[in-house]
């Protein structure tokens, strides 16, 4: 295994190469200089969408989900909360399917919210429905086990 891994900024989108044992120490972007790994998710479009997941080391956890859906409002605090306590090993993002409907088409989302997982460019988990917050992070740590 590698001693770093690359991640791609959510200022400017560069892929920039971190060590590993530096993840926790909130490592900034060698380009923009603001921090690659913020602790918020990351609003991922159809222009930014591909960079970030085949691009990046650290696994993507992306909630598919619209500003109509109640039940995805209700997940709003609870995947904020996960890119908090996940910060230095899952990339939190969304994707608004009423702007990103290409995406949502490509990925087959039918329901929302839908959360999905990738990593190094494939979805390997998805799942449809508002979950808590220790629901997610089992579902999580499940794939990852």
Known sequence: MSDSLNIVCPNCDTTNQVACDRLAERPICGSCKHLLLPGKPLELTTVNFDRHINHSDIPVLVDFWAPWCGPCKMMTPIIDRAAEEL???????????????????????????????????????????????????????????
């Open 87 to 145: 910060v230095s090993s899952v990339r939190v993002a969304k994707v608004n399917t009423e702007r990103e409907r290409e995406l949502a088409t490509r990925f087959g989302i039918r329901s929302i919210p839908t959360l999905a997982v990738f990593r190094q460019g494939k979805l390997i988990d998805q799942q449809a429905g508002a979950i808590d917050l220790k629901q997610l992070l089992n579902w999580l740590n499940s794939i990852f086990a």
